[in-house]
């Protein structure tokens, strides 16, 4: 299956950025189409269509639109999540960057489908360029009559979108977390169903709050245009529509890269120009909190929610790491959890203590101070924060360690045995060394 | 209780009805499971940062849409988990064991270890779970986290970071309850670590209570640290003395010395809740200059002397004085050594010279507040403040006066949502003060000095002029007058105040359920009495007539005017027949040299009155001069004869507090034998004087006490229990009280003469 271009489709149109060549492409058909619909016909659309959370988790969009309710006692949000922190994934920041009014649209038939007065944007401290990018469109949205009063001339439909920036946070990711920030408290995870009510009964300040990511905004406009049917002709039977994958790695092209769901793996791998520097060795297909894959086990595997967790994998938020046999799976680890370690809000035990453990493990292996015990430490410390944190940051901490020791096992060995790299000296980062007694008491 | 929906749920195989909501770790309670934990704690709120430590995980099965019940494939906290319909929790389970095993673990790598040290070893919570449901050894071997130790926050609070397990019950006090927000997380992950914002002191008037939240030994007392280990201190039960809510606590003393103060659970005063002044500054008990044995004035000095020397001497001069006897003090005193003191006064010398207050206003007894409201005081219970729908809290430091009444306004505002409208003069400076009503309050009025009638009469104005009370006109008549003349405009300019936020306080307070909690500037102001009367006009109007609280200051000094310790009352508020002279008059008396003896019971009067100079006068002047004291204030080192007295920790007896609530405390240790109890120093002489035998103990004092005051009757050290009484005044009929004319004399006219 080659590229299929739907919401990249117009990205390399010079100007694209703005709302006269957005519109020149079809841009805002989607949002003039739905002010002239019925609220719940817009709902019943995206349920049609079969569009599922693009952030990670992949949850049916139509169910949180559809769980606002439906009286206006309370003000009701609508919140994009455009905190994208997630190790390998790029896609909204490139979305953001080149077609900010897509998201903008979505956003606002979200608004007039679950009615709603007020949007949030929250941004990734880093993306500078995104955040100047959307503002710029929000400015010329009110200009155009898309936002502000009576949108599209809708009397009664008035909507607001605000951008808020991050601080640095990945936990702030997080829905819950993304809430606690924007309300202007510790970027913490707050508590979830059934301990606490759903974002959609009561998010943000107490109200009524429809929390999805920047790429399912964008693909609001298309289905409304084109109808919930046309989206759901693409794709597999649960995974529908098209997904961008962030393709980075030992890759020849790397780039977001928009694909029909259900293509396989290595396909993805063909588009972005095939593997460089050696032969594949392993694919992280949906940013670095998902399962490594091997390259033996890619074969029959595709990228639709289905077929990556029956591999046991995910797609995740479309992060798509290729990585070639130079790569010391050890090191790679290592790397990705000190990102962990450093990124755990430090909320709940399991993860903050976790982490920071597993980073310090893999810092003594890689320093030449490994024990054959660690590989089974290293396994139960993940049985210990699987499932038992908070939110799901220490499971995504847990899951890609457990995955690597899986299919790895014989490179952790060699570390251990050899205190060096099995695939040669050339990746070893500098490590402290090792200077606690009680380490060298135990070695001896 | 209102209406509360049961669920069945079922909690290790026991099947058992609970309210919908109710969180399982409750729940378990309910049927003798105990779930282990450290962050939950019921009185904080799950929503500021709950359910972390992960300690209370369980395995739950739960209904679905579809009616069947499914196990969750994670386990959950039992602690944050709401039981609905049909849940099923499995509390005891080999995966459980292994989770919490695994929770510990994570507790204990960067957990010092230092227990043998530690002041909370043996009574901490990380250990007894460790114990419990820990792992044998540890698996990781490398550093731990460190920190300097034993980092400073306040004052009285120091911080082990070391040992903090993150738990987030100090932060969420600081947030949910004392409200000053001090203690938050700084930085994250496992650098996370409990600190105030830009280092600054944790200066909370509640900082005390963190250290008895604290699972671990992280946050510890200054006074307390390294001085005993817990199985070496005896606790015992007893009253807090710092101010008139009368507190529980705890004293923990160990060889006849308070080591520290702890909570004790008393749900309608203090919760489990005290502040600094009562934790941190009860060491007075055992200071080291406590007085071991009575002093005698010889040749202008005070030296030690024999009891029988003193009484011999104090029986004498009282002989010699017959009427010209007076006694000032006591509202820090024990009922039972005040109804002793009083007796000794009245049956034995036949006068009625006693008085507790200090002034300035000498007013009969709150006679007003009695006469058109039928109570003294408060007419709220310290708890029922909590369910209001408003309340107006009105010339007040409120967090000084009545820290656990501040605790519960600010409970009922973020608990309950009553509205807060917080009234004050200009004056009062509070505002570097951490805990503040007006933190909260929806509405501050900070009025003009003096111009309290005027914008009470305003606030009666809007609330008749915007209707938003149900018809008044007949019941405003006696008022009319005087309200009309203060429309919000008016009293604007005459309180300094903007007119709007005078409207808006009112549109908060015309409602039923609307208490008013008035200080002591009101209490002390020269027209005390006016403005009283308009307060309780205010709580007429709305329809309040018993919630009207006028709360007292001083330890026992509710309990002071209920023993009569008042020259023109009697022991339960009877009137007496020929008053005696008010704390004024006797001192202006002694000063004249119209008084022989003076009597002064545990109070530094030369530093307590309100004239000073008037005191020290008094006290220079009369030939003799009797002191009940603990140390050698600088009234007592006026004093011709001292008496080494009994403190709280070291007797048995009963305090009554600002609700009216007669609460016991023990006896917790004995510094000399040569310190005696009130009740026995005044029974002693009255029996010198007459003949008739001394009381043998302060339980015979309150026998005759529940015998002599009816409003006492069914009070004895059984009936208190450990939780005390609210004693009652009797059922009467008399009449609603009405609203009354008030007489204004405006200050801003006055300044303007003078000018």
Redesign the interface.
Known sequence: MPELKLLLKHRDEPGIENIETYEKFGGYAGLKKSVTMERQAIIDEIKTSGLRGRGGAGFPTWIKWNGIPKDTAKQHYVLCNADEGEPGTFKDRELMLKLPHMTIEGMIIAGYSIQSQAGYVYIRGEFVESALAVRRAIDQAYKAGYLGKNVCGKAGFDFDIHIHMGAGSYECGEESALMSSLMGERGQPRLKFPHGPLPVIAGVWNSPTLINNVETYACAPHIIANGGAWYAEMGTEKSKGTKIFSVSGHVAKPGNYEIEMGTPVLELLELAGGITGGKLKAIIPGGSSVPILPADKCDGVNLDYESAAAAGTMVGSGGYIAFNDSTDIVLLMRRTSEFYAHESCGKCTPCREGTRWIFKIYDRIVSGGGLPSDIDLLLNICDQIDGRSFCALGDAAAWPVRASIKHYRHEYEYWIKHGKSPVGDHCVPPVPQVLNPLLTLTLA | MPDVELVNIKIDGKDLQVPKGEKIIESAKRIGVEVPFFCYHPRLS??E???????C?VEVA?KGPDGTVRKM?????AC???A?EGMEIVTESEPLA??RR??L???L??HPLDCPICDRGGECPLQNNALHYGPPTT?????KRHFPKAFPLSEYVVFDRERC??C?RCTRFTTDISGDAQL??L??????EVGTFEQTDFHSKFSGNVIELCPVGALLSRAYRFKARPWDLVTQRSICTQCSNGCNIKIDSRTSKLQRVNARLNEDVNEEWTCDKGKFGMDYVSADDRLTQPMIRKEGKLVPATWSEANALIVQQLRAAGKLVGGIGGARSSNEDLFAWQRLFRETLGVNNLDHRMGPNFPAANAGLYQRFGYHTMGNSIAELERMKSILVIGSDLVDEQPMIFLRVRKAWRRHGASVVEANPKSMDDAESPNRVGEFASVSLKYRPGTEVALLCALINVMVGEKLLPDSSAALRPAKAMVDSWAPGEAAKECGLAADVIHRAARLLATRDMAIVAGRTITDHPHAEQLLDALGNLAVITGNPGNFNVPVTANNQQGAMDMGILPDLLPGYAPAEAPGMNSQQMLEAASHGGLQVLWVVGSDLVNEFHDPALARRALQNCPFVIVNALTLPETAALADVVLPVHSIAEGDGTVTNVERRVQRYWKAFEISPYIHPGWLVFGEIGAQLTGRPPYASAKEVLREIAATIPIYGNISFKSLGDQGIRWQYPVSDRKPPEMTAIEYKSPVSASLHQN
């Not at chain 2, 698996?139 to 550093?143: G, K, P």
């Not at chain 2, 930085?187 to 996370?192: E, P, Q």
């Open positions: 799950m929503e940062g709950g359910a972390n430590c992960r300690m995980l739960a494939p994670k386990p959950q906290t944050s988990l709401p609905s292994n989770d695994g929770v673990e994570f507790l790598i960067n698996r990781f071997i490398e550093e397990i993150h987030a938050n997380f930085k994250r992950g496992a650098d996370m």
